[in-house]
């Protein structure tokens, strides 16, 4: 057996097993087996590889397992990957689908080069994901919550008359409705609390959020992102929490691109044909983002709580961040003026948004904002 050949090797996994294939340098590719998802279990195929070969390649696609396995194949040494299913190479009317094909596949892609790697972020910044998506659905779960009440009044003929905007005077009007029957009051004040159980979650992982925040190594960047305008708390904290590391990215046009607000793209010869935005990565931080984007419609000023946000923060981060108002409110008013449709022009200037955010970030990372800067 030559020990110094690099092998390859492809998982398949699922929740309850793994179907492993395996390739020593160019010679065929060979199928192992299936093993189970233990500790244990995956401890053995280890020892079996590394009796294989000196230098070991692993790949599996990243899925609903986590990164549990990547973190124990990483630590025995191994060369590991988690690749992107959307982006394997599948072959025009391939329609048969086994694990010991995909095992098989994923080899060949991994020999060849052919796939692309996933971030995996560090133990801390994932349980901090973890904490913010937490939150975030709390707050998805609160909308719908709203969303039913609002519907079970609206079927029984019942409007209020002023903003229901959910704000003091809309709830105690709530509060003091009644229905005639005792059933439809019942189902009213359950959807009532549901409401009241959804807004004290909230309150929760909100509290949580901003006392945990203060210990991640990314809090320097949480500070300097609420520098700019359209980015509060909410949104500094979610961007940071999904996007991770920024400086993985060497150039921001592959912040922009990972985010997918960059316009798809059919040319050919002379012929040079873009189309809308690819949509591609994560949907959260693009939504955030965009929602952030919104906000540079109007003519560039420092409000009071953006001024308030500025406190404690290095004069360089508070620079940058009013040239990156200036720059994009004049290009939202141009794009509207070139009588682009608003969502458009808004996703236009969101793209320039993600530079700005990678500009900040690593600014803010670099200058190592001090511990006395005033809590979010």
């Given at each position: 057996m030559d020990h110094d050949s690099t092998l390859y090797v492809g998982l398949d996994v699922h929740k309850e097993s793994i179907t492993v294939a395996y390739a020593l340098g160019e010679g065929e590719v060979e199928l192992l087996g299936k093993i189970g998802t233990t500790k244990a279990e995956v401890e053995r195929l280890c020892k079996r590889l590394q009796s294989k070969a000196r230098r070991v390649r692993v790949v599996y696609e990243a899925g609903?397992?986590?990164?549990?396995?990547?973190?124990?194949?990483?630590?025995?040494?191994?060369?590991?990957?988690?690749?992107?299913?959307?982006?394997?190479?599948?072959?025009?009317?391939?329609?048969?689908?086994?694990?010991?094909?995909?095992?098989?596949?994923?080899?060949?892609?991994?020999r060849a080069g052919d796939l692309s790697r996933v971030y995996v972020p560090t133990v801390e910044d994932e349980a901090f994901r973890d904490l913010s998506r937490a939150w975030v659905s709390a707050k998805d779960d609160l909308k719908r919550a709203r969303?039913?009440?609002?519907?079970?009044?609206?079927?029984?003929?019942?409007?209020?008359?002023?903003?229901?905007?959910?704000?003091?005077?809309?709830?105690?009007?709530?509060?003091?409705?009644?229905?005639?029957?005792?059933?439809?009051?019942?189902?009213?004040?359950?959807?009532?609390?549901?409401?009241?159980?959804?807004?004290?979650?909230?309150?929760?992982?909100?509290?949580?959020?901003?006392?945990?925040?203060?210990?991640?190594h990314f809090y320097p960047a949480v500070l300097g992102l609420q520098t700019m305008r359209g980015v509060q708390f909410t949104t500094a904290v979610g961007m940071l929490a999904e996007l991770g590391d920024l400086s993985r990215f060497e150039h921001p046009r592959q912040l922009m691109a990972w985010l997918g607000v960059t316009p798809s793209e059919h040319s050919s010869g002379d012929r040079r044909r873009q189309g809308s935005i690819t949509k591609t990565g994560n949907s959260y931080a693009r939504k955030l983002l965009v929602e952030a984007a919104w906000s540079y419609r109007h003519p560039a000023r420092v409000s009071p709580d953006i001024q308030r946000r500025h406190e404690g923060i290095p004069k360089a981060i508070i620079d940058r961040a009013w040239d990156a108002q200036v720059r994009l409110c004049r290009r939202y008013r141009k794009l509207a003026a070139r009588g682009k449709n608003a969502n458009i022009a808004v996703v236009a200037t969101a793209r320039e948004l993600a530079g700005f955010i990678w500009d900040i970030s690593q600014l803010s990372m670099s200058l190592a904002v001090s511990e006395e800067a005033p809590a979010v």
């Open positions: 609903p397992c986590g990164y549990g396995l990547y973190r124990q194949l990483a630590g025995k040494g191994f060369d590991c990957m988690v690749c992107a299913p959307s982006l394997i190479p599948k072959k025009p009317g391939e329609r048969v689908k086994t694990d010991r094909r995909d095992a098989v596949k994923l080899v060949r892609a991994l969303q039913r009440l609002k519907a079970f009044l609206l079927s029984h003929g019942v409007r209020y008359a002023g903003r229901a905007d959910w704000g003091p005077a809309h709830r105690r009007w709530l509060s003091t409705y009644a229905f005639d029957s005792a059933w439809q009051q019942l189902a009213f004040e359950e959807h009532r609390r549901t409401i009241e159980d959804r807004l004290a979650q909230c309150a929760r992982l909100e509290a949580a959020l901003r006392e945990a925040v203060v210990n991640w």
